[in-house]
T-cell receptor, first 114, second 115 residues
Framework: GENVGLHLPTLSVQEGDNSIINCAYSNSASDYFIWYKQESGKGPQFIID?????DKRQGQRVTVLLNKTVKHLSLQIAATQPGDSAVYFCAENIPPNTGNQFYFGTGTSLTVIP | KAGVTQTPRYLIKTRGQQVTLSCSPISGHRSVSWYQQTPGQGLQFLFE???????NKGNFPGRFSGRQFSNSRSEMNVSTLELGDSALYLCASSFLTGSGTGELFFGEGSRLTVL
């Protein structure tokens, strides 16, 4: 059949501004979440993770917020730089999987305008 | 420390053939997972191996198989290739001391084109 590409949400921001990328996850039982960044021609790269017993976690220039009530995850990037341009994926782990079986979102394409 | 290494990086096959992809995880990592990435379906989990045992399996037909060796290196095989198998196949390794989840370190992927 016809291979229809996923329509990736896109986000364009000016260099230096803050970026917020959102993700709605599927299962209320999910207990571990990871944000990945994928640049063109490369594999996904870990950015930050959060477990379900937390609401917020901060890294270097990045913050992840978890709202379990509405099953929503967000990634905030402070002072966005051109090198941040990439596709960003959220991934969830749903118990009782005892291992690394993750379900990935469709991704958001971030473009940073110099 | 070397990252996850996948070979080959690119390959072209024809329908009906079979293919074997290889993955060398980061030294010390015992968990190896495989994912398929396509424009139509995104990133989808194929299977995970830990200490030479398949621990999880995604929803793919039996044509997709894998194995892990005692040195944690892993291979996946796709038999009777179909056009729809064209994809980027990503391997990811993780350091786990037992059951549970951990950060995945991905390789650059093997891009398979089926003609």
């Amino acid at each position: 059949g016809e291979n229809v590409g996923l329509h990736l949400p896109t986000l364009s921001v000016q260099e230096g501004d803050n970026s917020i990328i959102n993700c709605a996850y599927s299962n209320s039982a999910s207990d571990y979440f990871i944000w990945y960044k994928q640049e063109s021609g490369k594999g996904p790269q870990f950015i930050i993770d959060i477990r379900s017993n937390m609401d917020k976690r901060q890294g270097q220039r990045v913050t992840v917020l978890l709202n379990k009530t509405v099953k929503h995850l967000s990634l905030q990037i402070a002072a966005t730089q051109p090198g941040d341009s990439a596709v960003y994926f959220c991934a969830e782990n749903i118990p009782p999987n005892t291992g690394n079986q993750f379900y990935f979102g469709t991704g958001t394409s971030l473009t940073v305008i110099p | 420390k070397a990252g996850v290494t996948q070979t080959p990086r690119y390959l072209i096959k024809t329908r009906g053939q079979q293919v074997t992809l290889s993955c060398s995880p980061i030294s010390g990592h015992r968990s190896v997972s495989w994912y398929q990435q396509t424009p139509g379906q995104g990133l989808q989990f194929l299977f995970e191996y830990f200490s030479e045992t398949q621990r999880n399996k995604g929803n793919f037909p039996g044509r997709f198989s894998g194995r892990q060796f005692s040195n944690s290196r892993s291979e996946m095989n796709v038999s009777t290739l179909e056009l729809g198998d064209s994809a980027l196949y990503l391997c990811a390794s993780s350091f786990l001391t037992g059951s549970g989840t951990g950060e995945l370190f991905f390789g650059e992927g093997s891009r398979l084109t089926v003609l």
